[in-house]
């Protein structure tokens, strides 16, 4: 069966300092990969998604980047984290073929707090 | 504007009673709805996913509704368990075909808090 795994569940981090949050997922090949966030209140928003390594399509301008090293990793980065990076990062997967109707499989999170 | 709309934003019932979530959306064109439900501090779970042909969909003691000439659907629960308490999120996409390429177009609700009290 496939299964993802998001780390660190929660991270606490300073204003202008770096990020890196690491997804991986296990049991599929080719996976489409994706990076939300979900802020309080809001829904969730895509920031990356990727079809394939090193193929990254970005939704929102924004102070984060995201790479795919590996077929089934993927990492959320930032050079300098505002306050407003604050929120709860998702990471996702679907298949990478087939009928439009496959679900998304989402990964536990991430709660990030700047301070 | 694509949006998604769901009511209530929360709700409180008794174990064992039944509810029904609503959700509507402007999104065009359309392609599928999909319900998730996420418990606090986790991941969205899928519940359902619905295509322009399908009118119902049940998985356990959820079931699904779609209009999609009104663009309305519905989330029913039924014999509500202390486990249902949770957020329920709606959430369309667009027509992309038959391929998913990766770059669907998602469109979230805010979702519904729903809390069963014993």
């Known amino acids: 069966s496939q299964t993802i795994h998001q780390w660190p569940a929660t991270l606490v981090q300073p204003v202008g300092s770096p990020l890196s949050l690491e997804c991986t997922v296990e049991?599929?090949?080719?996976?489409?990969l994706y990076w939300y966030r979900q802020a309080a209140g809001r829904g969730l928003q895509l920031l990356f998604y990727s079809v394939g390594i090193g193929q990254i399509s970005s939704e929102v301008p924004q102070n984060l980047s995201a790479s795919r090293p590996q077929d089934r990793q993927f990492i959320l980065s930032s050079k300098k984290l505002l306050l407003s990076d604050s929120g709860f990062y998702l990471c996702?997967?679907?298949?990478?073929?087939?009928?439009?109707?496959?679900?998304?499989?989402f990964g536990d999170g991430t709660r990030l707090s700047i301070l | 504007k694509n949006q998604v709309e769901q009511s209530p934003q929360s709700l409180i019932i008794l174990e064992g009673k039944n509810c029904t979530l609503q959700c509507n959306y402007t999104v065009s064109p359309f392609s599928n709805l999909r319900w998730y439900k996420q418990d606090t501090g986790r991941g969205p779970v899928s519940l359902t996913i619905m295509t322009f042909s399908e009118n119902t969909k049940s998985n356990g003691r959820y079931t699904a509704t779609l209009d999609a000439d009104t663009k309305q659907s519905s989330l029913h629960i039924t014999a509500s368990q202390l486990s249902d308490s949770a957020s329920y999120i709606c959430?369309?996409?667009?027509?992309?075909?038959?391929?998913?390429?990766?770059?669907?177009?998602?469109?979230f609700g805010t979702g519904t808090r729903l809390t069963i009290i014993p």
């Open positions: 049991g599929t090949s080719n996976p489409n």
């Open positions: 996702a997967w679907s298949g990478g073929y087939g009928p439009a109707t496959q679900p998304q499989h």
């Open positions: 959430v369309v996409s667009e027509g992309r075909g038959l391929s998913n390429f990766g770059n669907e177009k998602l469109t």
